[in-house]
């Protein structure tokens, strides 16, 4: 850009003036692109048809007989493998059950209301009931009881002898006002956080332990004894 000064006038003004050189230049590095270009072109359509080679050669040579051998190893793995995890669940002893409120009637005989823990033996191998407790809190701040079962009207006692299939029952009347309840609350100081983490375990001679969590309403009735001994 240059600026030219009209003769006989106070005013300026502006024009473009391309010289015929630059002209040329940009002609000539514009060839010059076009070449450069055309070798890259070159080189990566080298570079292709040689991995293209590569991989054909990589593909040819692969011994398909050793592949199958190998795929039949894996089987046979596979299938050695699969037979141990059935033979380790066989052995394993798996109890399924539940804890919670319950009520007990009979003819001629007031209702009794009772915590309950009920438990099956669901495994392939017999096993004995030999303790159940609970657990509140977590951690290092967790506090462990033991519930004592004795063989009555309500249910088995403690040991229990379970084969496959076979239920076992524990019930402990709760008394009048819950007071069951409401001792385990003081015994414990039982908290809202405590009754989200109660937990009841039982124990077998296989050295199992099985963790079931309270149903909602022995929850409900636990939190509501703690909340009244705590304003008592």
Known sequence: MR???LPYSPLWCGT???PRHTLVNYAQRSKNMKVRL??????MNKLNNGVSHRKGEFVAGIQWGSVADWVSGIGSLSAAVVALY?????RRIR??????????????????????????????????ITNIGFTFGIWRWKKHGIITFMQDQYGHGIPKALSD??????????GEDKKWLVDMAEQFSVSRFAVFTWRVQVHTSNGGTT???????????????????GKG
């Open 86 to 90: 059935v033979a380790l669940s066989a």
């Open 165 to 174: 299939g076979e239920t076992g029952n524990w019930n402990v009347p709760l």
């Open 95 to 128: 109890l399924q059950g539940y804890c919670g409120e319950r009520i007990i009637v009979g003819p001629g005989q007031p209702k009794v209301d009772v915590f309950s823990v009920s438990v099956t033996n669901v495994s392939q191998r017999p096993t004995v």
């Open 16 to 18: 473009s003036i391309t």
């Open 38 to 43: 055309k070798r890259w072109a070159s080189i």
């Open 3 to 5: 600026w030219l000064s």
């Open 211 to 229: 963790t079931l969590r309270p149903e909602k309403n022995i929850r409900q009735s636990l939190l509501a004894c703690a909340q009244k001994s």
